[in-house]
T-cell receptor, first 112, second 112 residues
Framework: DAGITQSPRHKVTETGTPVTLRCHQT?????MYWYRQDPGHGLRLIHY???????DKGEVSDGYSVSRSKTEDFLLTLESATSSQTSVYFC???????????FGEGSRLTVL | EDKVVQSPLSLVVHEGDTVTLNCSYE??????LLWYKQEKKAPTFLFML????IEKKSGRLSSILDKKELFSILNITATQTGDSAVYLC????????????FGKGTLLTVNP
């Protein structure tokens, strides 16, 4: 199994509070991704990174920011959480951005 | 914008049946098509297809790509209850920094 750890795995928070999800990898892969998964929508890309300090937006990036100061860590921040951001968040990594993505176990976020 | 449509959205079969899952796509700069299986947690990789007409096989699962008609199928023969899962199809576009665009998935339920 690819060495990907997401934290926290479960979080309940209130509307308007900031939330940071962390993805940590031990594979030294260049590409890292944050997806959210919601019923009826499948997996949708939020942000991704193609190297340290190199990030770009996905299709549902509004309300989210990311940072990657080290190869192994990719942080997803919700500056002011809203109920529409209640979701399961998956981090994924890719060796060279080609083909297979390896996914973390997911982080379930509930915004009340 | 890349687009992936999977059908059917859900399917219920009996053990031993053969199933075919469909994935059609629109993409501006095709690089690859991938299939994933998702049980309760993270998606796990099944196949990556890049060339038309070449079947990929793994045990009872097989997949083929038609780049002219822009679709792929995933076949599962002699289904087992352990095949119950959501099957995800994804497209990788070479012109978008190697992002994957996912379909909404097909929920397969195999009854004993």
């Amino acid at each position: 199994d690819a060495g990907i750890t997401q934290s926290p795995r479960h979080k309940v928070t209130e509307t308007g509070t900031p939330v940071t999800l962390r993805c940590h990898q031990t594979e030294n892969h260049r590409y890292m991704y944050w997806y959210r998964q919601d019923p009826g929508h499948g997996l949708r890309l939020i942000h991704y990174s193609y190297g340290v300090k190199d990030t770009d937006k996905g299709e549902v990036s509004d309300g989210y920011s990311v940072s990657r100061s080290k190869t192994e860590d990719f942080l997803l921040t919700l500056e002011s959480a809203t109920s529409s951001q209640t979701s399961v968040y998956f981090c994924a990594i890719s060796r060279e951005g080609l083909g297979e993505l390896f996914f973390g176990e997911g982080s379930r976020l509930t915004v009340l | 914008e890349d687009k992936v449509v999977q059908s059917p959205l859900s399917l219920v079969v009996h053990e031993g049946d053969t199933v075919t899952l469909n994935c059609s796509y629109e993409v501006t700069n095709f690089r690859s098509l991938l299939w994933y299986k998702q049980e309760k947690k993270a998606p796990t990789f099944l196949f990556m297809l890049t060339s038309s007409g070449i079947e990929k096989k793994s045990g009872r699962l097989s997949s083929i790509l038609d780049k002219k008609e822009l679709f792929s199928i995933l076949n599962i023969t002699a289904t087992q209850t352990g095949d119950s899962a959501v099957y995800l199809c994804a497209i990788q576009s070479g012109g978008s920094n190697y992002k994957l665009t996912f379909g909404k998935g097909t929920l397969l339920t195999v009854n004993p």
